[in-house]
């Protein structure tokens, strides 16, 4: 993975981390409802790439966060530019000038 990638993916780990002490959650409470061991939560919040996205979920929605996950890519501009780029553009043949309709 790229430094940077990694980064987002440790970052999203912290937050997970904080959101669950903020709510006063044991890491147990989170495996028991998320259905996960305590080492795979730990390395949830370590922000490790390997664990499985669908048990990043599983902790998002234990957190209470799963609405979060409808805001990732919602806005898509780069991809909405080049959509629009891709559609045919309308040709017109050019107006006559005033004096060639006499």
């Given at each position: 993975m790229?430094?940077?990638?990694l980064r987002a993916v440790h970052s999203l780990g912290l937050r997970l981390k904080d959101a669950r002490l903020r709510r006063r959650f044991s890491m147990e409470t989170v495996c028991a409802r998320?259905?996960?061991s305590r080492p795979t939560l730990y390395k949830i919040?370590?922000?490790d790439p390997s664990v499985a996205?669908?048990?990043y979920?599983?902790?998002?929605?234990?957190?209470g966060l799963l609405d979060d996950l409808?805001?990732?890519a919602k806005d898509d501009v780069?991809?909405?530019r080049l959509q629009d780029e891709a559609l045919p553009r309308r040709k017109?043949?050019?107006r006559k000038k005033i004096q060639d309709r006499k």
């Open positions: 790229y430094p940077g990638t998320a259905d996960l919040e370590k922000g996205f669908g048990h979920v599983q902790v998002l929605r234990v957190l409808g805001l990732i780069v991809g909405r017109r043949a050019p």
